[in-house]
């Protein structure tokens, strides 16, 4: 690799961690002040969770901090050991050393095998706790320690509001939700929205609660101090917070596999994160996760190595130094505000959209995992959506589905291939999905479907009689357009009239061309035959 190619990775580097530290400030400030930790142990806590997980991790960068899901985790154990703060960090570096232990497992793979209804089902649990819970320091009121109490409150107090408060509040919610998306690529609206609104406060004088106070020194060493009877007292809030941490991490490590075609090391990955939350335990700061929307912003920006993790933490070390005074200032309707729309954009839009065409199983299941986590414990919940995707995936058996190839050739394509070289790789395939396609095995057949990128058509034959849950639909959806990203021309044959009625419900056909369905396996082949023949024909003669 020569030098300028360096420096465009390294610049890429430079720019993707400054644009996730941009994200990361307001984040971590917010989760902060709602866990009870305080802003400091939220932004500290990034910097030092970013900067470990980044450098131990993956070569792929992986933004760390800490995250709504974990939040409400650590904020669910702190209302429930009444906010003892020493028993809480124990937990956290308890937590640290099982997803070390995990990653010495296969359990990592696990995570694949969780249904989509109960991972919507929690993420909208999360995502409305977020929203109400800020309600009250949008109002310029106390917050409260959980979602009814929360509710209770603001009925009662809704007279006594900050006036003051609740305005600026409005006018976060305002920059964050009407600014253009086409330009929160390049000034997210979360940190434009803490700037305006802060400045506002300043030169006006309001009089509204604020951060106040932010430590810009090193956090001290602290070593938790516990014995026997802790260990088995808080064992089970350090395996669920443990299981939060790792699979928020594990789901973000996909979600950048598809983004950069890159196969993450899942164990690696946990293994990384789990150091860090130990570190982030030992200085007394709030633990996190790979980031999502940071990891993606930066990618997105260019990032491509290590560097952009450490870049990440960095910066956010010289905001925290360079703006301290300024940060002291923000007003927590401010991050109330901002709190509001991370728990907007936590909220699975996607599912709810199609929630009416969804099966009554996955339905119920969403239900019972949202209600858990809303109205009575999340951790609770956690274990019931867990214990539920067990089960799930041994009644319906996902080691059964496997994908049978056929690669389809006759003599003129043979032929047409020896003259082009460069188009052996463009083979006519046929892939057969034996066995119940739902969640379980949806998750391996994306996997398995990278070895295909090669293809000109792909030719998809579901054998199966029974119909797709909502989990198997949208990986359906994320096969067939990744497929077509590479450009390849995907055929269905579908035998079952009712599966191809729930497609069509579904809008998956929508992703397919006019003649890519049919219920002759056959009739699919000979098109793609014909087909390919042309190609290679016309691009053989206009040589």
């Not at 335990?281 to 996760?289: D, E, F, K, M, Y």
């Not at 560097?307 to 007003?331: H, N, Q, W």
């Not at 739902?438 to 058509?457: H, K």
């Not at 995907?490 to 069509?504: G, H, T, W």
Request: aromatic residues 8%; contains cysteine.
């Amino acid at each position: 690799m020569d030098l300028k190619n360096k420096l465009q990775i390294f610049a890429g580097d430079v720019l993707g961690g400054l644009n996730a530290a941009i994200i990361t400030l307001p984040q971590a400030l917010a989760f902060g002040v709602a866990t009870g930790f305080g802003a400091s142990a939220g932004i500290w806590g990034a910097i030092i969770l970013s900067l470990v997980a980044g450098v131990l991790g993956t070569k792929i960068p992986m933004i760390s901090g800490v995250t709504g899901p974990v939040a409400i985790v650590v904020a669910s154990i702190m209302h429930a050991l009444n906010k003892d703060l020493g028993s809480v960090i124990f937990i956290i570096f308890l937590a640290g050393v099982i997803q070390i232990l995990l990653s010495l497992t296969k359990l990592p793979e696990v995570v694949k095998y969780v249904p989509y209804p109960v991972i919507s089902g929690f993420m909208n649990g999360v995502g409305v706790i977020i929203i109400i819970m800020q309600l009250n320091p949008l109002l310029g009121l106390a917050p409260c320690s959980n979602t009814i109490e929360s509710l209770e409150t603001i009925y009662k107090s809704i007279n006594s509001l900050n006036h003051e408060a609740f305005a600026i509040g409005i006018l976060t919610l305002l920059i964050v939700f009407l600014f253009p998306k086409k330009w929160n690529k390049y000034v997210p609206s979360q940190i434009l929205a803490l700037i305006i609104c802060t400045l506002i406060s300043i030169k006006m004088g309001l009089q509204v609660s604020k951060i106040s106070e932010i430590s810009v020194s090193l956090p001290a060493f602290y070593f938790p101090q516990t014995n026997l009877h802790d260990l088995i007292t808080y064992f089970h809030y350090a395996i669920t917070l443990a299981i939060i941490l790792s699979s928020e991490s594990l789901l973000t490590g996909l979600v950048c596999t598809s983004i950069t075609k890159v196969q993450l090391p899942p164990k690696r990955l946990l293994s990384a994160q789990g150091v860090g939350n130990i570190c982030c335990a030992l200085t007394g700061t709030l633990p996190g996760s790979a980031a999502t929307m940071r990891t993606v912003a930066a990618l997105k920006t260019g990032a491509s190595t290590k560097i952009a993790a450490v870049v990440t933490s960095l910066v956010l070390v010289l905001l925290i130094y360079k703006f301290s005074g300024f940060v002291a200032e923000i007003p927590l309707a401010v991050l109330a505000g901002i709190l509001i729309k991370i728990g907007y954009d936590i909220i699975d839009t996607k599912f709810l959209k199609v929630i009416k065409l969804a099966p009554k199983d996955d339905l119920y299941v969403l239900i019972l995992v949202f209600l858990l986590t809303v109205f009575y414990n999340l951790i609770v919940a956690v274990g019931a959506g867990i214990t539920l995707a067990a089960l799930l995936y041994a009644k319906r058996m996902a080691d059964k589905a496997k994908l049978v190839n056929k690669v389809v050739y006759d003599k003129d394509i043979i032929k047409l291939e020896k003259v082009l070289e460069k188009d052996y790789r463009h083979k006519i395939r046929v892939v057969h999905i034996n066995g119940s396609f739902f969640f379980g095995s949806a998750t391996q057949l994306i996997s398995q479907f990278d070895e295909f990128l090669g293809t000109r058509y792909l030719i998809l034959v579901y054998d199966s009689e029974d119909l797709l849950d909502i989990s198997a639909i949208f990986a359906l959806e994320d096969i067939i357009l990744r497929l077509k990203s590479q450009h390849i021309k995907i055929l269905m044959v579908i035998n079952n009239e009712n599966v191809l009625e729930q497609l069509k419900q579904y809008k998956i056909t929508e992703q397919i061309e006019k003649d890519g369905i049919y219920f002759s396996e056959v009739e699919a082949i000979e098109f793609a035959k014909s087909s390919f023949k042309d190609r290679v024909k016309k691009k053989y003669f206009r040589k």
